[in-house]
């Protein structure tokens, strides 16, 4: 799918073909099993943005499942995900669009639509001689204008539409996990609208969150208790939904923007040091130099003696004039040499 999108042709299983290879397991998973947390790392994001990512779209499932309760008269939760409401879909989509990281995924840039529209001529087998997409509206003529319009809202809603299924399947992954844990079968025989909600806003607690006064169990719980959520409305519910993900991204981005902080510090702190250390290491470079440039007179002078050297059994040095060393004096260039040696 990730080398074929765009597609520059129709096909009917393209939607069923991309979301199942959202939700499809690893060859490697031995379970046949895909987590939540795989189909989110699916999505497209950075690895830096992921925990962000994930823990935005776990609110947004939370919320899904209280709009359920509260919004369909059933008194419970279906328990097969396709028979959800599609009314508490899109409002679910409008929750997680109050991240701003996710919304520019979900709405990118013209420059990036264009780049699909782009690929997709390039894919594409009509035949139809393309004007490029670089050129100015100015420079075509009205059927070319219209024609580059035409491609761009095609691009741009097809990166929609598959955005809102790659939503839909990570809603749906969630939903399969809960059926398995806490929304099993076994655990929601007996079960009311009451329980089931007083589960949800359990795991809605978030210890970031945590204030003075909460109860042990549900710290830092956004959902509101049961008998205050009867007495509220769904958009009530969605504005709470949404000043949490707002909150989660804000939190993200104070502790991101300190930790640029102390690396900005760090590596100041790391040019002052070059800068007090650089002057030691041109002086420690210079006596280096000298200690090389001793030691190849010593070697030069040792060389001179030795050439000097009568050969005697006794070890005696002889100098150019001939003079013994056995009492006699020696050259001011050897003693000299002999006492650097």
Same mark, same amino acid.
């Given at each position: 799918m990730?080398d074929?999108?765009p597609?520059?042709y129709?096909?009917?299983?393209?939607?069923?073909?991309?979301?199942?290879?959202?939700t499809?397991p690893n060859?490697?998973?031995k379970? =046949?099993?895909?987590?939540p947390?795989e189909?989110i790392?699916r999505?497209?994001?950075?690895?830096?943005d992921?925990a962000l990512?994930?823990? &935005?779209l776990?609110?947004?499932?939370?919320?899904?499942?209280?709009?359920?309760?509260?919004g369909?008269?059933? =008194?419970?939760v279906?328990r097969?995900?396709k028979?959800?409401?599609g *009314?508490?879909m899109d409002?679910a989509?409008?929750i997680?669009?109050?991240?701003?990281?996710?919304?520019?995924?979900y709405d990118?840039?013209?420059e990036?639509i264009?780049?699909?529209?782009d690929?997709?001529?390039?894919n594409?087998?009509?035949g139809i001689n393309?004007?490029?997409?670089?050129?100015s509206?100015?420079?075509l003529?009205s059927?070319? &204008?219209?024609?580059v319009?035409k491609?761009?809202m095609?691009?741009?809603?097809?990166h929609?539409?598959l955005a809102?299924l790659?939503l839909k399947?990570?809603l749906?992954q969630?939903?399969?996990k809960?059926n398995?844990?806490w929304l099993s079968?076994t655990?929601?025989r007996y079960?009311t609208e009451?329980?089931?909600?007083?589960e949800?806003?359990?795991?809605s607690?978030d210890?970031?969150?945590?204030q *003075?006064?909460d109860?042990i =169990?549900?710290?830092g719980?956004?959902?509101?208790t049961?008998?205050?959520?009867?007495e509220?409305?769904?958009?009530?519910?969605?504005?709470?939904?949404? &000043?949490?993900?707002h909150?989660i991204?804000s939190?993200?981005?104070e502790i991101?923007?300190?930790?640029?902080e102390?690396?900005a510090?760090?590596q100041?702190?790391?040019r002052?040091?070059?800068?007090?250390s650089?002057p030691m &290491?041109?002086?420690?470079k210079?006596?280096?130099?000298r200690?090389?440039a001793?030691?190849r007179?010593?070697?030069?002078?040792r060389?001179?003696?030795?050439a000097?050297t009568g050969g005697?059994? *006794?070890?005696?040095?002889s100098n150019?004039?001939g003079? *013994?060393?056995?009492?006699?004096s020696?050259?001011?260039?050897?003693?000299?040499g002999?006492?650097e040696?």
């Amino acid at each position: 799918m990730c080398d074929k999108y765009p597609y520059g042709y129709i096909d009917r299983a393209k939607n069923d073909i991309f979301s199942r290879g959202l939700t499809l397991p690893n060859e490697e998973n031995k379970k =046949g099993y895909c987590s939540p947390e795989e189909t989110i790392r699916r999505l497209g994001f950075t690895k830096t943005d992921e925990a962000l990512v994930q823990r &935005t779209l776990v609110t947004v499932y939370q919320a899904f499942v209280a709009l359920e309760l509260l919004g369909t008269g059933e =008194g419970c939760v279906s328990r097969d995900f396709k028979h959800t409401s599609g *009314d508490h879909m899109d409002l679910a989509r409008k929750i997680t669009l109050a991240n701003p990281l996710i919304r520019l995924w979900y709405d990118p840039p013209e420059e990036y639509i264009y780049s699909l529209v782009d690929i997709v001529r390039k894919n594409s087998n009509t035949g139809i001689n393309q004007v490029s997409t670089q050129a100015s509206s100015a420079e075509l003529s009205s059927a070319a &204008t219209a024609r580059v319009r035409k491609d761009f809202m095609d691009a741009f809603s097809s990166h929609r539409h598959l955005a809102c299924l790659a939503l839909k399947a990570v809603l749906g992954q969630f939903w399969s996990k809960s059926n398995s844990t806490w929304l099993s079968s076994t655990r929601q025989r007996y079960a009311t609208e009451e329980s089931q909600w007083d589960e949800l806003r359990q795991q809605s607690s978030d210890q970031d969150f945590k204030q *003075d006064g909460d109860v042990i =169990g549900y710290e830092g719980c956004w959902l509101p208790t049961y008998s205050e959520a009867r007495e509220m409305s769904l958009d009530d519910i969605v504005g709470l939904a949404e &000043t949490r993900v707002h909150d989660i991204y804000s939190r993200r981005r104070e502790i991101q923007e300190r930790q640029e902080e102390e690396n900005a510090r760090l590596q100041r702190l790391q040019r002052e040091a070059e800068t007090i250390s650089r002057p030691m &290491t041109k002086r420690a470079k210079r006596l280096g130099q000298r200690n090389e440039a001793a030691k190849r007179r010593r070697q030069r002078l040792r060389e001179s003696l030795s050439a000097q050297t009568g050969g005697d059994d *006794d070890g005696s040095l002889s100098n150019d004039n001939g003079i *013994d060393d056995d009492g006699q004096s020696v050259s001011d260039a050897q003693q000299a040499g002999a006492a650097e040696l």
